[in-house]
């Protein structure tokens, strides 16, 4: 069973960051290296929304091409993990953010944030206040 577990969460100041991880066990049809990677966060009261994603190539997607650079998404294929981190938060980040992937290897492609994903994260609640 394919599972993903985010850490990285907790309480911070505006204008603070936060380096959000998830590290993915179970696949075993390809090696981790095969698997796209997304982020989502929900806010409180809100959609869940597409944070980033990164496809088996290394090609980014998501807010970090246009949310002035706050967003940087990697990946550590050997340790199996991929981490989001977020600079200059700001309140509106106040979410439980998620990693989420499927069972067959793809590119995040254009509807990266909209495909209903395989398996999913139990979630980091991330708090921006001061």
């Known amino acids: 069973q394919v599972q993903l577990v985010e850490s990285g969460g907790g309480l911070v100041q505006p204008g603070g960051s936060l380096t959000l991880s998830c590290k993915v066990s179970?696949?075993?049809?390809?090696?981790?290296?095969?698997?796209?990677i997304a982020w989502f966060r929900q806010a409180p009261g809100k959609e869940r929304e597409g944070v980033s994603c990164?496809?088996?190539?290394?090609?980014?997607?998501g807010v970090e091409d246009s949310d002035k650079g706050r967003f940087a998404i990697s990946r550590d294929n050997r340790k199996s993990t991929v981490d989001l981190q977020i600079n200059n938060l700001e309140p509106e980040d106040t979410a439980v953010y998620y990693c989420?992937?499927?069972?067959?290897?793809?590119?995040?492609?254009?509807?990266?944030?909209?495909?209903?994903?395989?398996?999913w994260g139990q979630g980091t609640l991330v708090t921006v206040s001061s």
């Open positions: 989420a992937t499927d069972l067959v290897p793809h590119l995040c492609g254009s509807a990266w944030s909209t495909r209903p994903y395989d398996f």
């Open positions: 179970g696949f075993t049809q390809y090696t981790f290296d095969y698997y796209t």
């Open positions: 990164i496809s088996n190539d290394g090609t980014r997607v």
